[in-house]
C-alpha cells in the first residue's frame, strides 16, 4: 500500500493536464461531400502539436487549445489554480475543397495544440515547428509530415509514411503498410523506432552515423566490408556501421529509408 | 485528343496513377478516338515485357567456332610475342591451313550472327524506348504533390541505365528545389551514383550552398569526405559561419574539413 500515495499524485497529474485542455478555444465541423472517397488533411502549423486520430465519424472535427497559459511550467505563477477562460482569438480556419480540408490558425504568438478527428481512411500532411509534437492513431492513408523540432508519434496506422524531424524522436506502428509505396523516416539528433507487419514485403535501407541498429526481423542485412562487429541483444540483433545496411523484409520490395545522425534506429515486427 | 495529352494519359493509364473514373473517360476515348486498337495493348506489353527480355544465348556451334577462333588467336598471339622461339616449332604449312580455318570460321559466325544482329538491334531500339518511356514517367511523378509518389520517381530514376541528362537535371531540381527533406536526401543518394561525371560532381558540390535542411547538408558533406573533393572546403567553410548551427552538427563539418585537407 505504499505506493497509493503516489498513483494518487500521477492521477492528479494527469486529470490536471487534462483539465487544462476540457475547453477547447475554438472547434470547426467540417462536413465532408463524399466521406466514402477518403481525403486529406493539411496542417502546416507554427507553435504547438497536433493530434490526428481516426474515427467512424463521416466530418472532420478541429479543436484548438490554448496550452500553457496557467500551467505552472509556463512560470505564471499568478495563473495558479485559476482555469484559463479567454485569450486572443486563434484564427482557426477550416477550408474544405474537393475532399482536401486546409487547416490555419494565427494565434498572435500563443502556442495552440489542435486536435483533429478525421474518417479512418485519410491522409495527412501535417507540419509543426516550434514547440509542439504530433500524434496520429488509427488512421489509414498516406502520411507526410514534419515536425521540425519535437516527436512524431505514429499508432495502429495503415498506409504509407514520410516523416522527418531534426531534433524529436520518430516512433512508428504499422498495422497495415501499402504494397508498393516507398517510406522514409529521417531524424538528425533523434531516435527512429518503427514497427512494421511480419509480412511487411519491402527493402529497407538504415544508417546510423553515431547511433546502433536494431532489428528483430531475423533480416538478413547486406552489410558492406566496413561494418563494425554488432553487438547481440536479448530477443533481437544489433547491427552498426557507418554506411548504409540494406535489409529485404519478405524478398524486398519498394524501399523503406530510416536515416539518423545521433540516434539509435530501431526496425521491429507490429505486435 | 492532342498526341502530348494523350501520351500522358497513356503514361498515367500504364503506370496505374488513374482514377477510377479518370480510367474509364481514358478508355471511352480511346474506343471513340479510333486509334490503331492494338496500340495500348502493345504499349502495356512492351513495358511489361521489356525488363524481362533476356538476350539469346549463343548456341553450343557458335561456342565451339569461337573456341576454335580463341585458340588460334592464342597461337597467333603467342607467335607475334616471341616469333624466334616459336617460328621453328610450327612447320610453315600449316600456316595457310590455319588462315583458311579461319576465314571459314569467321564466315561461319557471320552467317550464324547476322539474324541475331538484327534482333539485338530491335531489343536496343525497345530498350531505348522503354528507357524514354521510364524517363517520362519518372518526371511526371517529380511534379506530384505527394512525397511518397515522389520518392517513388527517384526509385525509378536508379532502374533508368544509362540516365540521361534529363534525369540528371531533374534529380538535380529535386535536390535543390523539393520541399521533403526525405525526397531530396533520396536525391543526394541517387546523385551519388555518378561520382565519375565531372557535372554531377560538380553540382552535388555546389548544392551544398543552397541547402536548409542540416540532414541534407550532413549527406552532401559525407559523399564530399568520401569522394576526397577538395572543392567542397569553402562550401563547408559557409556552412559552418551560419549563426543557427547546431554544435554536433558543426563538430562533423570541422572534422570533415580537417580530413579533406
Known sequence: MRRFPYWIALLGAAFGGLAGQEI?????????ARPDRGGTLIIQHDK?????VGSEASAVTVEAFRRGLSSPEAGDPDARGMKLIAGPPTGL???EADGTVTVTTDGRGQTLDLVVKVPRDFSLKLSTV??????VENVSGEMEITNSNGDIRLEKVAGSAVLSTFDGRITARFVEVTPGAPMAFTSVYGRIDVAFPADARMTVRMKSDNGLIYSDFGLKAEVPQTRRKGLTVPGGQSLSSRDWITARLNGGGPETLLKSFDGNIYLRKTK | MRRKIFERR???YLAGEMSPAAEADFKKRLAAAHIEPGLAAEYESLLKNVDGLACPEPGPQMRRKFEILLDQAKREAALAESPRAAVPRRPLALRPAAAVGLVLAGAAIGIFLGPLTTERRALTGLRAEVREMKTSVMLMMLDKPSA???LKAVAISREIQPPGDRIIEA??????????VNVRLTAVEALARFADRPRVRAGLVEAMAVQDAAAVELALADLMLAWREKRAVPQIDKLLRKDDLDGGIKRRFEEIRARLL
Do not use: C, K, Q, Y
Open chain 2, 171 to 180: 534529380l538535380f531540381a529535386t535536390l535543390n528545389g523539393d520541399p521533403n
Open chain 1, 24 to 32: 477547447p478555444a475554438d472547434r470547426i465541423v467540417v462536413s465532408l
Open chain 1, 48 to 52: 504547438g502539436s497536433i493530434s490526428v
Open chain 2, 10 to 12: 497513356m503514361v498515367e
Open chain 2, 148 to 150: 511518397s509518389e515522389r
Open chain 1, 93 to 95: 480556419r477550416a477550408v
Open chain 1, 130 to 135: 516550434h514547440n509542439g509534437r504530433i500524434d
